[in-house]
């Protein structure tokens, strides 16, 4: 994923997008253990674009980043 990218998004799909990656993650490193990663720099692909897009949330000035997260976890859960 490109900053150019992750720039052009609206805050409301960046949090989304940080929500799927997070997800993403943890599904690899569950992979990794069990030992059927194929590709172990998807892992460092996967943290790096989690990095990009707190990046960008934090040079918009978004207060309780982990907060909305934590709260659209919950809402995704409910579902």
Wanted: charged share 35%; proline share 1%; net charge positive.
């Amino acid at each position: 994923m490109k900053i150019e990218a992750v720039r052009g998004m609206k805050t409301d799909e960046l949090h989304a997008e940080l929500e799927r990656l997070r997800r993403h993650l943890f599904d690899l490193r569950a992979q990794a253990v069990t030992e059927k990663l194929e590709d172990p720099t998807q892992l460092t692909g996967t943290r790096r674009d989690i990095a990009r897009l707190l990046t960008v949330l934090h040079e918009r000035n978004e207060k309780g980043i982990e907060q909305r997260q934590a709260h659209m976890s919950a809402q995704a859960a409910k579902r």
